[in-house]
């Protein structure tokens, strides 16, 4: 009797457990949803997190918050994100650190294809090359030149080891095949006082940071580093305009979520991160910081993180970066 | 000079509408019960506004986030003084002295000069950036790597010169925090240090978490441990105390004076400056004090002079993030975020393009601490209430506010943890008769002079003279060499006339 009971009560309770998972998914977000950014307040990944989360958060009925986890490059809030439920109320807003970390951080315990699942792409930022004005190069080649004719002279600033100030560098030389000296700073605008001053010869920098500093003519701008030219800069040719077709290289930004977020959840997200980012206002916002919104589909989201952690792998091995 | 009376003007028109008016005040409100509260840090307050100051002009939006952060930078001080709990590394420096004249009945004294001390570093510190940001922001550009780390050379032989009794002891205590601040990831190789494989280890340990345990747990523990759990003698908060004493007055003028032109000075160095400016004044007033052993036990020098030179600091810090486009601290780089989603880029032509932004600005900043001074005098007399809970409530109570304000700066529970250790680490030199504030300037400096030395050591590809061969370089390591010999030398010969004396 009394197994049959515990019999009948537990079927009853699978009956009612089994409709409850697509309705489930129908009602998501029920509750407050924590955008992870992997690094502290003030950051550019946490500027844009700021200017979408808003509108998100009335877009999807629920409060989107902010949560800042930094450390380790962004490996500590990765990691966490990575560790959380897979209940699409964690989300993770990364850069393309996200790609490049794995195989960057010899410490990092996750890969971004295996443990966290694509939502969508949120933006691109364009970096400017950027030379101070007593440098004598007006364009590219010009610049190629200069560090041919000073080998092992000629050094170039970053944000830092494995920022993408630094890999957007790195690919720069691997494409032309040039050697420049590494001289990492503690974020892009740091490295303008010696750059203006001329300690520091190149740099890939942000527009934003840049831009006051060309429009008063201590920094000379070679080129973007994107595909196409950007709105900011409308007069300066892309690099791969400039002699190096295979050059392309543009900060990115994207959720993502933990692996096991079900489809149906990461794609009601996806549909939300795009609506917003078709809003002029946050159109407005993003361009201010000098973002380009990028409105892609889950898989194509996917596909690309995927192919950039396949190629910075391979070029982090190559040139043997791996920090430890 | 007609210039400056224009652009004043420029300024006043756009600080003194109703709207600038409002934002203005509410941002040194909140920054002024967001810094007296230890629980959320400046920080995480100006980053839950961010969004706040999308839908607000830019002007405003800029007035009121400035208004937050020195309205904070202000509060902090009252914890400090109360209840030892230093939320920067500033208010560590006002803890010494602030807190010793609070436990002797001084404490109303002690806000009132704070108060009064921040107002005029504030007022002179606009007037340098009114008069002459363009100059002063072409001088920072000049400081190369290399000044920097001479810079910082000074300041940590200041640091070590300026602990009571032994060198020795100060000098062990600097290179103690020179270590602790080497944890986690080198900047220059990108290498991992002292992190035992603990990712929570990898960026480092928070000046936050080291002050609060240093100062605020292991003022808790000695309490408990002493027997005379809190004994602070009571003082009394009537409306004619807002007028300080002619003793005090006198006492403290002039070391606001020095106070806000050190301040004033260290400002404009982006990163290093703020943070040493305090450190700075606090150790200059006790070279020149006639009686340097008051110090550490409620010398009111101790407490406006570094208050002042904190204020100013923090006001002309704007000029680099302004003029620039370079902040000093994460803090800056929020309020720099939040003009650039306004498509305000700072930099050298912001004066000239976004003029009524810029003179807006420096004219709020007057406002601001004069709204400051007005909205706090009469605080103070809630703030002395504190001090009359019986401390067995009063304990776990900043136990738990120490907590939860460690634990908002980056939202990691092994920060709680580490809190404890430097806690009781706290006790132990405290029994050890040594100071904790050459420490914490250690652990600030340490990691920034590595990081400028090795620069400058990479721009002269390994050439050591860099550091000698440069002229503002030179000049500070000359006045760190002249400052260990005027400390040591009488110290050395007062021994000499000793021994003769025994021996005859």
């Known amino acids: 009797m009394k197994r049959l009971l515990t019999a009948i009560a537990f079927l009853a309770a699978a009956s009612m457990m089994m409709p409850a998972t697509p309705a489930q998914a129908a009602s998501y977000p029920e509750e407050t949803i924590f955008m992870v950014v992997p690094y502290p307040p003030g950051g550019p990944n946490d500027i844009l997190a700021r200017a979408i989360n808003g509108p998100l958060g009335d877009q999807l009925g629920q409060p989107v918050v902010i949560d800042n986890r930094g450390g380790a490059g962004g490996n500590v809030g990765t990691e966490y994100v990575v560790a959380s439920e897979s209940d699409g109320y964690t989300l993770l807003l990364h850069g393309m650190g996200v ?9 990092a315990r996750y890969n971004p294809i295996d443990d966290l699942a694509p939502v969508a792409m949120v933006a691109e930022t364009p970096l400017v090359l950027v030379v101070p004005a007593s440098v004598e190069a007006d364009d590219v080649a010009e610049l190629i030149d200069y560090i041919r004719e000073h080998p092992g002279q000629v050094n170039f600033g970053s944000g ?58 201590d920094l000379k701008a070679l080129a973007v580093t994107t595909r ?51 809003m002029p206002a946050v159109r407005e916002n993003l361009a201010g910081i000098g973002a380009n919104p990028l409105t892609w589909s889950v898989q194509e989201t996917g596909d690309f993180i995927a192919a950039e952690y396949e190629d910075w792998r391979q070029l982090i091995e190559s040139e043997n970066l791996t920090i430890d | 000079m007609s210039d400056l009376l224009a652009n004043l003007a420029i300024g006043f028109d756009a600080a003194l509408t109703w709207e600038a008016l409002v934002y203005c005040f509410a941002g040194v409100f909140l920054g002024t019960f967001i810094g007296v509260l230890p629980g959320i840090g400046p920080l995480a307050a100006i980053a839950m506004l961010l969004p706040v100051t999308f839908h607000l002009p830019p002007v405003a939006a800029l007035i009121f986030l400035a208004g937050v952060y020195y309205g904070a930078l202000y509060g902090g001080s009252t914890a400090a003084i109360l209840l030892r709990l230093p939320g920067t590394a500033a208010s560590a420096v006002i803890c010494v002295d602030g807190h010793a ?52 050379i000074f300041g940590l032989v200041a640091a070590s010169a300026m602990s009571d009794g032994s060198i020795l002891k100060g000098f062990g205590m600097v290179l103690t925090g020179l270590l602790i601040g080497l944890v986690g990831m080198d900047v220059t190789a990108g290498t991992l240090r002292y992190t035992f494989g603990l990712s929570h280890l990898a960026d480092g340990l928070s000046i936050v978490v080291l002050a609060m345990g240093l100062f605020g747990i292991s003022e808790v523990l000695n309490n408990l441990t002493s027997g005379q759990a809190g004994k602070i003698v009571k003082s009394r908060f009537r409306l004619r105390d807002i007028i300080p004493e002619r003793r005090d007055l006198t006492m403290s003028l002039a070391a606001i004076a020095r106070g806000t032109g050190i301040g004033s000075a260290l400002g404009i160095l982006p990163g290093a400056g703020p943070a040493m400016s305090s450190f700075a004044s606090y150790s200059v007033e006790k070279q020149l004090a006639r009686d340097p052993s008051r110090f550490g036990q409620g ?41 650039m989603i306004h498509g305000i880029a700072p930099g050298p032509n912001v004066m000239n393009s976004h003029p009524e932004l810029f003179w807006g600005l420096i004219v709020s900043f007057w406002i601001g601490n004069l709204m400051l001074l007005v909205l706090n005098l009469p605080l103070i007399g809630i703030w002395l209430k504190i001090l009359s809970i019986p401390y067995r409530i009063l304990f776990p109570t900043i136990m738990l506010f120490i907590c939860i304000g460690v634990y908002s700066v980056s939202r990691n529970p092994a920060d709680v943890i580490t809190v404890g250790v430097f806690g009781i680490f706290g006790t132990l030199i405290y029994a050890l008769r040594c100071d904790a504030v050459p420490l914490i300037l250690g652990f600030i400096l340490g990691p920034m002079l590595e990081e400028y030395a090795r620069r400058a050591l990479l721009f002269s590809r390994g050439d050591p003279f860099v550091f000698i061969e440069r002229p503002l370089s030179l000049t500070f390591l000359l006045c760190a060499v002249g400052l260990v010999v005027l400390t040591t030398v009488p110290r050395v010969l007062r021994r000499m006339r000793e021994a003769k004396t025994n021996t005859s």
């Open chain 1, 228 to 278: 196409s030219r950007s709105d900011a800069l409308p007069d300066v040719p892309t690099v791969a305009e400039s002699g190096l077709p295979d050059y392309e290289f543009g900060a990115w930004y994207a959720v993502l979520a933990p692996a096991g977020t079900s489809e149906d959840i990461r794609q009601q997200l996806n549909e939300a991160v795009n609506s917003v980012l078709d």
């Open chain 1, 160 to 217: 830092g080891a494995g920022t993408s100030l630094h890999l957007a560098a790195v690919r720069f030389m691997d494409v032309a095949d040039l050697e420049m000296e590494h001289i990492p700073y503690q974020g892009n605008a740091m490295v303008i006082p010696d750059l203006v001053t001329g300690q520091v010869e190149v740099l890939f920098s942000s527009i934003s940071t840049a831009l006051p500093h060309i429009e008063s003519g």
């Open chain 1, 99 to 107: 790609s490049v970390n794995a195989s960057l951080y010899a410490q």
């Open chain 2, 101 to 152: 004249m609070a436990r002797a009945g001084r404490a109303n004294v002690a806000l009132v000069m704070t108060t009064i001390a921040s107002f005029i570093g504030g007022c002179v510190a606009v007037l340098v950036i009114a008069g002459f940001s363009p100059p002063l922001a072409r001088f920072a550009l000049g400081m190369g790597p290399a000044e920097y780390a001479a810079l910082m």
């Open chain 2, 299 to 339: 010398a009111i020098e101790g407490v406006a002079g570094p208050e002042a030179s904190n204020n100013a600091a923090a006001q002309t810090s704007f000029i680099p993030t302004l003029t620039l486009g370079i902040p000093g601290d994460a803090i800056m780089a929020l309020i720099l975020g939040a003009l």
